[in-house]
């Protein structure tokens, strides 16, 4: 099931599994729909006994080589049937997940109608009889109508809530459209031509499921437009994989994977008209720092890294983004940063074409890292909406502060 659509593996709600264990059955009426922007869940199957509640699923990969995102509804069809006491969800398919060293240091979050967001304590992992791994959280019944996340959803609302809070700090406009016909939104604090102001070019969601890294832009951007900053000139495509947002689909691996598809020439749609954008945004800035968002790290003690090019330290570029590294981690500092906060991505290792930040270092001569936030924890840290923003804008200043001396000394 993708979106809430009936597919052959998947039967109609009305037949949906709603088999009791054994014991006393208290009539209950639940359901599951993922019919909404960013919906995903598949392979549900939902077990009442009692006053609980138990809803198994998986991640729907959406035709892709790997799969972590979900986002789902549980509702009540009958209002006149009582609720669970208890819910638990069980996410099956664990160890077929790429990019969860231990599932069980996930933390999803949930909300009612109404509600705020909420995230789970630890998951349970556990293991069948034939090796099949599965986690579990359980929590008292939130509301009739509750959502569930791997993360925090950011999509098109938030973005057009940031702008519109900023007093015209912020301008969106269209700068292309997707291989399925949708626009691919920049969000820029100025398209003046003045070469005198450095500039920063943001790209976030090149995963679609990994909201994370929407979260650490909004905290840039607000930090941006609160201090009214004018001395440098800011470009972002807030949400790079807008086909791949609006289906559910988490975007990681293989051809449709946005950040292997970067070069010359560009293998998506996308990245061609996302390309087409940095190349007016170098005519029209002193263009200093390209930066991709991203997210990962299901490990227990993760935090936010940056991920820098291999090599012998030959290239100045690649030397100048262990900087930007020593500077963002400092900044970050221990509540945020990962103990090992630099980390190596050999271009090799990518199987298509290149990664946005090889591409600005290596075709376009611009310093670029990628910063990889957390799911859940940085250390003990449990991430929130407040904290992903607040680390958001410790990166800003930082940058901000690195950009300008870099220019004074030119």
């Known amino acids: 099931m993708h979106n809430g659509e009936e597919t052959e593996a998947s039967p109609p709600a009305s037949l949906l599994e709603r088999a009791p264990r054994s014991g006393m059955l208290t009539r209950m009426s639940l359901r599951v729909d993922a019919r909404y922007r960013g919906g ?19 991640a729907n990969p959406c035709g892709a080589p790997e799969a972590l995102w979900f986002d789902f509804r549980v509702l009540e069809s009958d209002p006149d049937a009582p609720h669970p006491d208890t819910i638990t969800l ?32 630890s998951g349970r992992l556990s293991t069948d009889a034939d090796g099949q791994t599965s986690v579990s959280w359980t929590i008292a019944y939130p509301a009739p109508a509750t959502e569930f996340a791997l993360c925090y959803p950011y999509g098109l ?21 997707s291989q399925e016909g949708r626009r ?40 941006f437009s ?87 330290g030959a290239d100045p570029l690649a030397r100048d983004a262990e900087k930007w590294a020593n500077v963002l981690s400092k900044a970050l500092g221990d509540e945020y940063a990962a103990e090992d906060f630099k980390r190596t991505r050999e271009v ?13 270092r290596q075709s376009l001569g611009i310093s670029a890292l990628t910063l990889v936030a957390p799911y859940a924890l940085c250390g003990k840290t449990v991430m929130t ?21 870099k220019g004074a000394r030119a």
Not at 284 to 293: F, P, S
Request: charged share 25%; with cysteine.
């Open 226 to 312: 609160r201090t009214h900053e004018s001395r440098v000139a800011v470009w972002t495509v807030p949400l790079a994989d807008v086909g791949g947002l609006e289906r559910g689909r988490y975007g990681r691996g293989g051809p449709n994977d946005l950040d292997q598809t970067w070069g010359t020439p560009p293998l998506r749609y996308e990245t061609r008209a996302i390309q087409t954008d940095i190349a007016e945004w170098q005519i029209r800035t002193a263009a200093a720092l390209v930066l991709n968002l991203e997210a990962g790290g299901g490990s227990e003690h993760e935090g936010i890294y940056a991920l820098l090019p291999g090599g012998d």
């Open 157 to 177: 609302d938030e973005v057009r809530t940031l702008v519109r809070k900023s007093k015209h700090y912020w301008t969106m406009g269209t700068i292309g459209l």
């Open 90 to 121: 069980t996410l099956k398919f664990v160890r077929n997940m790429t990019g969860c060293d231990s599932p069980s240091a996930l933390h999803p979050v949930y909300r009612g109608e109404g509600q705020s967001w909420n995230r789970t304590r």
């Open 385 to 405: 909406p407040k904290q992903y923003r607040e680390a958001g804008r410790r990166i800003a200043r930082a940058v901000v502060q690195r950009v300008l001396e």
């Open 348 to 360: 090799a290792t990518v199987p298509f074409g290149l990664p946005l930040d090889a591409y600005a």
């Open 40 to 58: 995903n869940v598949a392979a549900v199957r939902i077990v009442e006994e009692n006053n609980e509640a138990e809803v198994f699923f998986a």
């Open 184 to 223: 691919i939104l920049r969000v820029s604090s100025t398209v003046d031509r003045d070469t005198s102001h450095p500039g920063i070019y943001l790209v976030a969601r090149q995963h679609a499921g990994e909201t994370p890294g929407s979260w650490l832009l909004d905290g840039m951007l607000q930090h």
